[in-house]
Structures are given as C-alpha cells and as structure tokens.
C-alpha cells in the first residue's frame, strides 16, 4: 500500500472493546482520548497479528466519530470515546477511502524516501474534512535511512491536527531519533484461552481444533486465522508430531527420509521448526508441569515420554533445532541442515 488514502485496509473490529487481549493498551488510548492528550506521534510494537493496525485505525475512527460511544461495561473509566462505526467518518475510515487518512507500507523490501515525499507533499495541504488527520505507518522498522530520517524531519515539526501511528515488532529496529519522539506502546501476544474462545465464538470452530490453532498462533490472531483457513497446516502438524515421538520412541534410518520429506516442501520448513520447538518445550515441562504443554490434544502421550526422558539430551536437541532455523536463514542448504537436525534428533533419544 502506498501513501493513498484511497488503498482499502483489511477488514477490522469496529470499538476499542473488539480489539482482543489488549485492554491496557486500548485504555491508554482511550484516556488520551477523554483527556484531549492526544499525542501527535506513537509507536505500537509487537508481534504481527496481535491487534496493532485495528487498533490504529480504531483509533483514527474515534478521532473523527460524530456520535462516540461509552466504552464497555467494567472500563475504568466513563466517556463517549469508542468509535461508533457508523457515522460517515467511521465509515469512510474503515473502508480505506478517508481523504485525511494515510497509509503507508512497505513497496518491496522498504518504505522508500519517495514514498515518505509524497505524504511530505500531501500534509502540506489543509486537511479536508477531518478533526484529526491520521497517518498509519505500517511495518516501519523497514525504513531504510533515507526515509528514516525524511519522516525525522516530519516528526520534530508535525502538522497540526495531525496524528502518526507508526508500528513495528521492535522498537529497537527503528532509528532511535525517531522513537523518541513518539509515545511507545507495546502490544502483548494474545492469551491462548482468548484466542480458542474467538475462534468458536466468531468463526464456529470446534473446540477441539481451535485448541490446537491456539496454541500453534503464538498468541497472534493474524496467525490463527491463517492456519484456519489452511486445513493442510492441521494435517501437517499432526504428521511431524507423530514422527517426533517415533524418533524419541524408536530412532531408524527411516528418520532420513522424514528430512528429505521436510526439506522438500521448503514454504514448510519454518512452520515444520516451530512445531518441533513446541513439542519438544512441551516434553521438558510436561513430567513436572503437565498442565502448562501448549500441545494438549497429545498430552497424556507426551506425558508418558516424559517420565523417563534424558533432560540434558533434550535440551541440547533442542538448541540443535534453533540451530537448523539459524542455518537456514542464514541461507543454509536447507536439506543439509535438516538432515543434520534429524540426526541429532535420532541420537540418544530414547530414555535416560
């Protein structure tokens, strides 16, 4: 998306109440709302899918809503600052097509200088019907200097009625020049329990299955909702588990070909190291902690093999996955550096 107000967003939760798991940091927003403190730049970090772009845009929305509402009940404080999602501006907002809002994301591997001179140029104009002009910066630890320092010279000297949202996974991954001239709010991943509950609750899963994409989203809802709509992600799953527990079960030279299948699908491969990263977390607390494994649907198994697991070979099998994940993006062959892993895996790994 360029620096068009006319580029459609994704479709997101209209309300502050809708965005999931980030109550403390909808809060903040909102007080700053019901204060008039509205600060003229912010920087959400966190992880990709937690709720930071919905949040901005709610944000935007409740900026510019002619009939805000009352936030939930049990918000700790009164105030009509929730977007109401229906006058014209929320409207407009939430459909992309505000002349007043901007948005701004990568073209390519960076958000280029160009990019950031054409928003310059268009800020540099009255706004044309907002009461606070927004400007979404998505993605914007992939500034390169140019650009960095470009939107600098912005930020020391804002517009008036001129908000910038920028977000980023780190804050450590921008210029610090620019962090520190914006109010920094960092995002949680999702709790897995919230997670399962919105899958069944607004998408109709089965308990079951959003159990388990729960607990594989690494509390990213963006994440989840790309496995549910990837049925063979499920199946997937389900093979490498089976095979990480015949490995520590009963280590072959079939093991071999479990790498050349892994190293074959190579869109799989970072999937496929998550998923034995999980497992093999889930087999170092599950003897003391059976409760806490991420992978419930096959706890009493991992329970089993855990009671007389060899804890000093697990964790060094595990290091041995980080370092596979490494290697490959490193630009490792990926098929060495899978074949080496399963090795690894298939040595020693009965029982202590």
Request: include cysteine; proline fraction near 5%; aromatic fraction near 4%.
């Amino acid at each position: 998306m360029s620096t068009s107000s006319n580029s459609r967003p994704e479709k997101c939760p209209v309300g502050f109440h809708e965005i999931i798991g980030q109550q403390r940091q909808t809060g903040m927003l909102a007080v700053s709302l019901q204060k008039k403190e509205v600060p003229h730049a912010m920087l959400f970090t966190g992880e990709e899918g937690i709720g930071k772009k919905s949040t901005a845009i709610n944000f935007a929305m409740a900026c510019n809503c002619t009939h805000p509402r009352p936030l939930a009940d049990g918000a700790a404080f009164s105030g009509n600052v929730n977007p109401c999602g229906d006058c014209r501006p929320c409207r407009k907002i939430a459909s992309g097509i505000h002349p007043d809002c901007y948005h701004v994301k990568p073209s390519g591997a960076h958000i280029k200088i160009e990019q950031i001179r054409i928003l310059c140029s268009s800020l540099a104009l009255r706004p044309i019907e907002a009461s606070m002009r927004m400007v979404l910066i998505s993605d914007a630890h992939l500034m390169n200097a140019e650009s960095g320092n470009a939107l600098l010279k912005i930020l020391e000297e804002p517009p008036e009625k001129t908000v910038f949202i920028l977000t980023s996974p780190e804050a450590a991954d921008i210029l610090p020049t620019i962090v520190s001239r914006c109010r920094h709010i960092r995002f949680n991943p999702i709790p897995e329990d919230l997670l399962k509950a919105y899958l069944v609750e607004n998408h109709g899963m089965v308990a079951q299955n959003a159990m388990v994409i729960a607990s594989m989203a690494n509390g990213s809802i963006g994440r989840a909702l790309a496995i549910k709509d990837d049925p063979g992600i499920l199946v997937h799953r389900k093979r490498v588990l089976e095979q990480m527990e015949m490995i520590f079960r009963k280590p072959s030279g079939r093991d071999l070909s479990f790498a050349e299948t892994i190293s074959q699908d190579r869109k799989k491969i970072d999937l496929t190291l998550e998923i034995m990263k999980s497992w093999l977390r889930d087999l170092a607390v599950s003897r003391y902690f059976p409760d806490r494994v991420c992978n419930r649907d096959v706890k009493a198994r991992l329970r089993d093999l855990s009671k007389n697991i060899d804890m000093d070979g697990l964790i060094k099998k595990t290091n041995a996955v980080w370092q596979a994940e490494r290697a490959i993006k490193g630009n490792a062959n990926a098929r060495l550096a899978i074949e080496a892993l399963v090795m690894k895996l298939s040595e020693q790994s009965k029982t202590s």
